[in-house]
């Protein structure tokens, strides 16, 4: 398995706490009252209002790390930010270059307010899956998928970018070519998958096989794995195996609906904050290197600030 330099510098790798945000667009949606077409939040940095938006809703939860000393991973608002949705807003070329810039740029300017020092702050270049996240009417193969997100990445790869953190990945193909396009740029990459409410992923391959077919398909390139928009009571079940290893980080959903029910959903399920921090406290005994954590759709500061308050020391 590779050992790059950037993968040894990432302090993330290390086992101490890191925080990140939550549900960026549910938030911004049902919290702040903003149109978000194609569920796209980085559309918003091409004025200073929308940016302004953006730098309060991560105003409480950088506030929360600092204050408790921990590590936070700075997210991009770029989840929409790659050329087939941005195209399809009308975005492209150099604007949608400048956005994913303009993106990155902001993270620096919220580490430096807030973690002045940089110690164990970084900056994750967001990338979001070529089709829809829940359930893809068009897959690629691994050779499309490193073409297609390869313009994102170097766009990253050339910033102030630390990482490149993918987020609901529905299948293994597309994660390969990503992790492919992130090494060939020099940047880490981090695969974060989405599972339904049987533990498995959208095409029902085992969470495990997934993550054991992206690690022989690159040679282990991936700097770690994550699990995002599920309810914990979701992927509880499958939590067995060695590949549990490479998992350092879960962003999941306040709600258990399915991703059915909340595709069709008009209101915001934003469940229990405190159980769900009692919830990621409890999986931090079950998953070896878990240690990055935070929110994905339905949650806030509030989700985050319970998580940060449950969190047990390594026993």
């Known amino acids: 398995m590779p050992d790059s330099r950037h993968r040894q510098q990432l302090p993330q790798l290390e086992d101490r706490l890191f925080l990140t945000d939550g549900g960026l667009e549910t938030s911004l949606i049902f919290h702040d009252g903003i149109d978000l077409p194609l569920f796209a939040s980085f559309p918003l940095l091409r004025d200073d209002e929308g940016t302004e938006a953006i730098r309060r809703y991560f105003r409480p939860y950088v506030q929360l790390a600092a204050e408790n000393g921990v590590g936070f991973v700075l997210e991009t608002p770029t989840w929409r930010a790659s050329p087939r949705w941005a195209g399809e807003l009308g975005i492209e070329g150099d604007e949608l270059d400048r956005l994913n810039r303009k993106a990155v740029a902001l993270m620096e300017g919220l580490r430096d307010e807030y973690a002045p020092e940089n110690e164990g702050w970084v900056i994750s270049g967001n990338i979001g899956p070529q089709d829809d996240g829940y359930n893809p009417q068009t897959k690629l193969s691994a050779d499309e998928a490193q073409e297609y997100h390869s313009t994102q990445i170097r766009t990253f790869a050339d910033t102030a970018a630390d990482l490149v953190t993918v987020l609901t990945m529905t299948y293994a193909d597309e994660a390969i070519g990503i992790a492919r396009a992130a090494e060939d740029a020099g940047i880490p990459a981090v695969i974060s998958f989405t599972v339904e409410t049987d533990g498995k992923l959208p095409n029902g391959q085992a969470l495990g096989e997934a993550i054991g077919e992206v ?19 979701h992927f509880d079940g499958v939590l067995e195996g060695e590949w549990l290893e490479r998992v350092r980080g879960v962003r999941a959903n306040a709600s258990t609906r399915s991703h059915a029910e909340l595709d069709e959903a008009e209101d915001l399920d934003d469940g229990d904050p405190q159980d769900f921090g009692a919830r990621y406290a409890a999986l931090r005994g079950r998953m070896p290197a878990l240690n990055i954590v935070g929110g994905c759709c339905g949650t806030d500061h509030r989700h985050v600030t319970e998580i940060c308050s449950a969190w047990p020391a390594r026993q």
């Not at 690690?215 to 009571?233: D, L, R, V």
């Open 215 to 233: 690690e022989g398909a690159t040679g282990g390139s991936p700097a770690y794995y994550m699990i995002n928009c599920a309810h914990p009571t």
